[in-house]
């Protein structure tokens, strides 16, 4: 009989591999379908939790041009059994608490549940799931979550500011949407609600509204409906939209760090304390939502100043002293300027499909455009792109949607307003390169000097 490595199309030190020199979304087949979790449907786990309560986020099956964010939502709690029910159409049966929700009406959302809590009576269900597989020895349910949805649940667009993302489609189809790094400026990056390592898009990308987003319109679109099976590998700092598309879908996702995650926590820090001081302070346009729910408390500022201590101690104690920080590509691995990288090649065929670049419905000429832009099916990976989200292009972004906006009209600046500029992605990225010179210079015992990069443009 043959051992399951020999079934797989890529050994885990191949698939580990090949993970590294991906930098587009792509999708690996037969990676996964012997996986013990794959039998994971919502009729088996209801069995296997119970009577065990789920917090649920349910949304109203409207169709809108602006993104439903987690701070606009409402919520239950209910076991598997009554979900099962109301997703049935049993109007007569024991629904628990959605009674309350017509499943005409509203989708459901059991979205970020860790395993290692649903399951910590019957830890043996960890090993259902085998990222090591993928190249990581011993990870496994305990370093997952579980996302169990209706037709119509999504996940507002969004970009993690940590790692990168293996999600396993287990029952149903999901609909994922993912654009560049690069088009961050194009995507209106937003702070609020505000969730730590979670930066969210002003736009509803399956829905735009041209007049307030125009420049969505240079966006790059990466399309791909992920079946039961198959794994779906989103590269570092990819914004993603995720909606399902059948009446109950579940899928199980992990996600894995890297070492330029220490940086990236510097980032979160900053963003943490400027967001809270300004959200937390009295003001007339301070009483919306703003923090998500999946935030406890709004932490003090000297929490926060506390935090961002940490971080950057934390940072400057695993990198090297540099006086420059060099750019990345979408895994996270620095790129030196001065050496030409050798092309690689990933190996797309029937068992890895890269996710193409699709061109916006209602955008004529939009295949050109795609197809200039991405890599070809070769995928000769010769190193990472330029990246156009610095702070020339991101002043040109504000303008433009002071413009578009209608500041003509003197339309006045709200908290919220100037927190999109202050914690942009670029200006936020800047902060940290300051931050961290600041702090390697003091530990150099060298007198900071008063001038940066962004003085010398």
Same mark, same amino acid.
């Given at each position: 009989?043959?051992?399951?490595?020999?079934?797989?199309?890529?050994?885990?030190?191949?698939?580990?591999?090949?993970?590294?020199?991906?930098?587009?979304?792509?999708?690996?087949?037969?990676?996964?379908?012997?996986?013990?979790?794959?039998?994971?449907?919502?009729?088996?786990?209801?069995?296997?939790?119970?009577?065990?309560?789920?917090?649920?986020?349910?949304?109203?099956?409207?169709?809108?041009?602006?993104?439903?964010?987690?701070?606009?939502?409402?919520?239950?709690?209910?076991?598997?059994?009554?979900?099962?029910?109301?997703?049935?159409?049993?109007?007569?049966?024991?629904?628990?608490?959605?009674?309350?929700?017509?499943?005409?009406?509203?989708?459901?959302?059991?979205?970020?549940?860790?395993?290692?809590?649903?399951?910590?009576?019957?830890?043996?269900?960890?090993?259902?799931?085998?990222?090591?597989?993928?190249?990581?020895?011993?990870?496994?349910?305990?370093?997952?979550?579980?996302?169990?949805?209706?037709?119509?649940?999504?996940?507002?667009?969004?970009?993690?500011?940590?790692?990168?993302?293996?999600?396993?489609?287990?029952?149903?189809?999901?609909?994922?949407?993912?654009?560049?790094?690069?088009?961050?400026?194009?995507?209106?990056?937003?702070?609020?609600?505000?969730?730590?390592?979670?930066?969210?898009?002003?736009? %509803?990308?399956?829905?735009?509204?041209?007049?307030?987003?125009?420049?969505?319109?240079?966006?790059?679109?990466?399309?791909?409906?992920?079946?039961?099976?198959?794994?779906?590998?989103?590269?570092?700092?990819?914004?993603?939209?995720?909606?399902?598309?059948?009446?109950?879908?579940?899928?199980?996702?992990?996600?894995?760090?890297?070492?330029?995650?220490?940086?990236?926590?510097?980032?979160?820090?900053?963003?943490?304390?400027?967001?809270?001081?300004?959200?937390?302070?009295?003001?007339?346009?301070?009483?919306?939502?703003?923090?998500?729910?999946?935030?406890?408390?709004?932490?003090?500022?000297?929490?926060?100043?506390?935090?961002?201590?940490?971080?950057?101690?934390?940072?400057?104690?695993?990198?090297?002293?540099?006086?420059?920080t060099l750019k990345r590509d979408s895994a996270g691995r620095?790129?030196?300027?001065?050496?030409?990288p050798a092309p690689i090649t990933a190996p797309f065929g029937?068992?890895?499909?890269?996710?193409?670049?699709?061109?916006?419905?209602?955008?004529?000429?939009?295949?050109?455009?795609?197809?200039?832009?991405?890599?070809?099916?070769?995928?000769?990976?010769?190193?990472?792109?330029? %990246?156009?989200?610095?702070?020339?292009?991101?002043?040109?972004?504000?303008?433009?949607?002071?413009?578009?906006?209608?500041?003509?009209?003197?339309?006045?600046?709200?908290?919220?307003?100037?927190?999109?500029?202050?914690?942009?992605?670029?200006?936020?990225?800047?902060?940290?390169?300051?931050?961290?010179?600041?702090?390697?210079?003091?530990?150099?015992?060298?007198?900071?000097?008063?001038?940066?990069?962004?003085?010398?443009?």
């Amino acid at each position: 009989m043959a051992s399951r490595a020999t079934v797989k199309p890529f050994s885990p030190a191949e698939a580990r591999r090949i993970q590294n020199v991906l930098q587009q979304p792509a999708v690996f087949l037969n990676m996964a379908s012997d996986w013990p979790v794959c039998n994971w449907s919502v009729d088996q786990l209801a069995v296997s939790l119970g009577d065990k309560l789920i917090r649920f986020r349910l949304g109203r099956k409207d169709e809108t041009n602006w993104p439903l964010f987690e701070t606009q939502c409402a919520y239950l709690e209910a076991n598997l059994a009554q979900f099962l029910r109301w997703t049935s159409g049993h109007g007569e049966a024991d629904v628990g608490s959605f009674a309350d929700y017509p499943f005409s009406e509203y989708w459901a959302y059991a979205d970020y549940k860790y395993i290692a809590h649903l399951f910590q009576e019957t830890p043996s269900k960890f090993q259902d799931v085998r990222w090591s597989d993928f190249g990581f020895e011993g990870r496994d349910g305990r370093a997952s979550t579980l996302w169990i949805g209706t037709q119509g649940a999504n996940t507002p667009c969004h970009l993690d500011s940590y790692g990168f993302n293996l999600v396993l489609q287990v029952q149903g189809r999901k609909r994922w949407h993912l654009f560049p790094p690069e088009d961050t400026a194009s995507m209106y990056p937003t702070r609020i609600p505000y969730e730590e390592s979670s930066v969210f898009s002003q736009v %509803d990308v399956v829905r735009p509204d041209p007049g307030r987003f125009p420049a969505f319109r240079t966006a790059r679109p990466h399309r791909v409906t992920l079946l039961p099976g198959q794994v779906l590998y989103v590269p570092r700092h990819w914004w993603h939209y995720v909606e399902s598309l059948d009446t109950v879908t579940v899928s199980v996702n992990t996600w894995i760090e890297l070492e330029v995650d220490d940086e990236a926590r510097v980032s979160e820090a900053v963003t943490k304390a400027v967001v809270c001081a300004l959200k937390a302070a009295p003001s007339h346009d301070n009483h919306d939502t703003w923090l998500n729910p999946t935030e406890d408390e709004v932490a003090t500022h000297e929490e926060n100043m506390q935090c961002l201590n940490l971080a950057v101690q934390a940072c400057t104690q695993q990198q090297p002293i540099k006086t420059k920080t060099l750019k990345r590509d979408s895994a996270g691995r620095a790129a030196d300027p001065t050496v030409e990288p050798a092309p690689i090649t990933a190996p797309f065929g029937p068992h890895l499909i890269p996710v193409p670049c699709a061109p916006h419905d209602d955008a004529p000429g939009s295949d050109a455009v795609c197809s200039a832009k991405i890599q070809t099916k070769q995928a000769k990976l010769s190193g990472p792109p330029t %990246d156009p989200s610095g702070p020339d292009r991101f002043r040109g972004e504000i303008a433009e949607q002071g413009r578009a906006q209608g500041a003509e009209h003197a339309v006045p600046i709200t908290t919220n307003d100037l927190l999109d500029c202050l914690v942009h992605p670029a200006v936020i990225s800047h902060v940290t390169e300051l931050l961290l010179e600041k702090r390697r210079t003091r530990c150099r015992g060298t007198t900071p000097a008063h001038h940066s990069s962004l003085d010398q443009r």
